[in-house]
């Protein structure tokens, strides 16, 4: 099976400063899928990010982009810009597609933003 | 919204007993994930059904149980509870074609006392 690490298990940034979370995983698939998850304390999981495997370009969205990294099997997220309400548990996780969209995720980041 | 639905929202209930927590697809997926999260922890994937068959299979203990019927709404079954099993337990449901994203429901919070 698949499997996710993220190696930092809390993180703090100052309000307006920018952030990288990392996220590294295995797997032998050279076709799949990548996300970042935000949790906040009301423990709603909203998708924040996500990467298609084939795409080397690196996806964006406003302050949130990746650092995929398909070799080194690396997908990190930088938050630019940080603000208050970034402030929460942020979870990578590696969907497979091959197998009927398995999907796994990381132990996670508490991320704090700090005014 | 991410337009799966769960219920109930907060259940509490005593060690011993069994509960049903229900899900509602979003509209269209055909998958439906089960998965557990303690306090401060992070996901466990408990299960996996993919238009009504059981497709994956993870760290479900054997006092848990799920399905999911014809109309693609499934049912996460506990019992035999125990004080360890509260937890939020999070249903969420992905597309099948195109961007093969899940998308979670807000979650049932569980106590068992």
């Known amino acids: 099976a698949q499997t996710v690490t993220q190696s930092q298990p809390e993180m703090s940034v100052q309000e307006a400063e920018t952030v990288t979370l990392s996220c590294t995983y295995d797997t032998s698939e050279s076709n799949y899928y990548l996300f970042w998850y935000k949790q906040p304390p009301s423990r709603q999981m909203i998708l924040v990010i996500r990467?298609?495997?084939?795409?080397?370009q690196n996806a964006t969205e406003n302050r949130f982009s990746v650092n995929f990294q398909k070799a080194a099997k690396s997908f990190s997220l930088k938050i630019s810009d940080s603000q208050l309400g970034d402030t929460a548990m942020y979870f990578c996780a590696f969907m497979n597609p091959q197998v009927n969209n398995d999907m796994r995720f990381g132990a996670g980041t508490r991320l704090t933003v700090k005014p | 919204d991410s337009g799966v639905t769960q219920t109930p929202k907060h259940l509490i209930t005593a060690t011993g007993q069994r509960v049903t927590l229900r899900c509602s697809p979003r509209?269209?997926?055909?998958?439906v994930y089960w998965y557990q999260q303690s306090l401060d922890q992070g996901l466990q994937f408990l299960i996996q059904y993919y238009n009504g068959e059981e497709r994956a299979k993870g760290n479900i203990l054997e006092r848990f149980s799920a399905q999911q019927f014809p109309d693609l709404h499934s049912e996460l079954n506990l019992s035999s509870l125990e004080l360890g099993d509260s937890a939020l337990y999070f249903c969420a449901s992905s597309e099948t074609t195109g961007k093969n994203t899940i998308y979670f429901g807000e979650g049932s919070w569980l106590t068992v006392v």
């Open positions: 509209s269209g997926d055909l998958s």
């Open positions: 990467q298609e495997a084939y795409k080397q």
